[in-house]
């Protein structure tokens, strides 16, 4: 993981194992099973995902259900990287030189990797890889579905993409090195590739996806509010703006962390110094906003809410009062998980550590952590999500969903959860 000064200086000792396109290749892959194993889990809980996600709703048998289909999709995708990282290892023997030379094999991978998902393959869930990019087409622009037609799916995508971004600033610099007659794209990666700027651009898509999609249902709440008849259930669209504010302020932290990068005196007019502590107040602020969003919106739990809703006796201390998994324990310890990967920046904060996010293995392993929060994340939204269902009613298949926050009933104007489905009437679970 450490830079080796005697291999060569353009590779690290993590780089002759495991160069650029592989890194990217092997996380885009470990987020398919992790999805995966979303869906095995969730079924085992009896949560209907794919009726969430408004997603085919006919029968499945154990054979052919989602998350079967899902893993076979996994591991046909894994089986050629398996043997493609087996060949690169085989031929580069860790020499500099060789792994250098051997880029096409990783790019060989990635190519095939792309043609999996854009081929209309009928044995490979053509019907998942079709929805998934449609689903990808429409958030790509930072377009979002209304209720009916799948918005919680196009939010979930679009949430996943902004735990990519690094992913995604990652694949940009290997295609750039590739085709630059200055590098391999094996070799160790320049995040300047395509210009200073290009690298943060790309990495800030995400987020600026989810802050559309906050402001366009922002203006559908107001839209609403203004014809005739227009419920006012949903409230001003308050929290939409506080929404895209949170994605708001990841650009400052991709910013100054670019600017921390290529540091010049010269050009930024602020000592390091100062650069990095208006890093650090961002990247707080960014953290511990998030983690707020996370717990008390996202999966609707009461830790941040007033006294007497946290220390309600109809619910654990905290929690809510319907949950779906087995022990509170599990609530409990994914809220200290994600507050702990939330915060991987407070590494810079130690003498000892303060190096390992500049590394390439440290790179690596930051965004690994954040998949796997991510992967983590989702169990809760679902289950947040199907724990609020009310009612359900098919319409020529198509499930249509009341929902309410069965913790407290429906916020004046939330986000996703009071998109009711008939009649915006309220059913007791009791």
């Not at 023997?93 to 060989?108: F, R, Y």
């Not at 898509?205 to 999609?213: F, K």
């Not at 998980?337 to 303060?354: A, E, F, G, N, Q």
């Not at 009341?402 to 004046?412: I, L, M």
Request: aromatic share 14%; net charge neutral.
């Amino acid at each position: 993981m450490d830079g080796d000064p005697a291999v060569e200086p353009e590779l690290d000792t993590f780089s002759l194992i495991l160069p650029l396109p592989y890194r990217v290749a092997v996380i885009l892959v470990l987020g398919i099973w992790a999805w995966a194993v979303n869906l095995h889990y969730l079924a085992i809980l009896k949560i209907d995902v794919a009726g969430l996600i408004r997603y085919s709703n006919r029968t499945t048998t154990a054979g052919s259900s989602h998350h079967f289909r899902t893993y076979r999709l996994a591991a046909l995708v894994s089986i050629p990287l398996i043997i493609s990282l087996l060949l690169f290892w085989s031929v580069t023997h860790g020499q500099a030189s060789l792994v250098l030379a051997w880029e096409i094999l990783p790019q060989s991978y990635l190519i095939l990797l792309a043609l999996l998902f854009i081929l209309p393959l009928q044995r490979l869930s053509k019907a998942g890889r079709y929805r998934f990019l449609t689903i990808l087409k429409r958030v790509s622009i930072g377009g979002i579905a209304e209720a009916q037609d799948g918005k919680f799916g196009d939010i979930l995508l679009a949430d996943v993409l902004t735990s990519y971004a690094k992913v995604l600033g990652d694949l940009f610099v290997s295609e750039c090195m590739l085709f630059s007659r200055k590098y391999s794209s094996t070799a160790k990666p320049d995040r300047g590739c395509g210009g200073a700027y290009l690298v943060p651009i790309i990495m800030s898509i995400p987020s600026m996806i989810r802050l559309r999609q906050c402001l366009i249902e922002f203006f559908r709440v107001r839209k609403n509010m203004k014809q005739p008849g227009g419920s006012i259930s949903s409230g001003w669209g308050g929290q939409h703006l506080a929404n895209a504010l949170k994605y708001s302020s990841a650009f400052p932290v991709i910013v100054l962390s670019a600017l921390q990068r290529g540091y010049d005196p010269n050009k930024i007019g602020m000592s390091e110094a100062g650069l990095f502590r208006l890093w650090l107040f961002f990247v707080f602020l960014n953290s511990f906003y998030s983690f707020y969003w996370d717990v008390a919106k996202d999966w609707d739990l009461t830790m941040f809410s007033s006294t007497r809703e946290r220390n309600s006796p109809e619910h654990p201390w905290g929690l809510r009062r319907h949950t779906h998994f087995h022990t509170k324990e599990m609530y409990y310890g994914a809220i200290v998980v994600d507050l702990m990967l939330r915060c991987t920046w407070s590494l810079k904060l130690s003498p000892h550590l303060d190096h390992f996010n500049d590394l390439e293995g440290g790179i690596f392993v930051m965004e690994f952590l954040e998949v796997l929060r991510r992967w983590m994340w989702i169990f809760f939204r679902v289950e947040t999500e199907w724990g609020m269902l009310s009612y359900q009613c098919f319409y020529e298949e198509v499930v249509n969903i009341e929902t309410v926050r069965v913790n407290r009933g429906p916020a004046s104007d939330d986000i996703l959860l009071v998109d009711y489905a008939i009649d915006n009437n309220k059913l007791d679970f009791d």
